[in-house]
């Protein structure tokens, strides 16, 4: 596989597993479970975090990859928006590092978590790249 499509493919996946973890955290907190014990979801909330807090490290610099890759230009608009998804990428994961801290993590702790928001203002930003990369 060549960089160009690896670092494409990085950065999709990172996307990808982001995105299924807010999916299964909305499932999870719908369920009203007061911890993790006891329940097939509750067995896998921790997985899709830490897979979404190994997603969250590095994605600023797989953003800047596939957009040196696609050579947009003018380079200054999508640097900066790069250093918006940094600093809220940064936010989102001290927010699932904390909820992965806890020693049970129930539906309610969940739910202000899919609340937060810088991970809603980091999923924006991942639609929105999507989008403009594209194109």
Partial sequence: MSNDVTSSADFSARCDAIEEAYEFML????QGLPNEAGSVSGSLIRDFLRKCDAALTGLAEAVT??????GKQPAAPYDAFISVVEQDARRAQAAVQLVLAQPSI???LV???NA????????TDLFRLD???KT
């Fill in 27 to 30: 499932a999870y907190a719908a």
């Fill in 131 to 133: 989008a403009v990369l």
């Fill in 116 to 123: 937060s928001i810088p991970l809603r203002a980091l999923l």
């Fill in 106 to 108: 129930g539906s309610q």
């Fill in 65 to 70: 990859n596939d957009v040196r890759r696609l």
């Fill in 111 to 113: 739910d202000n978590l």
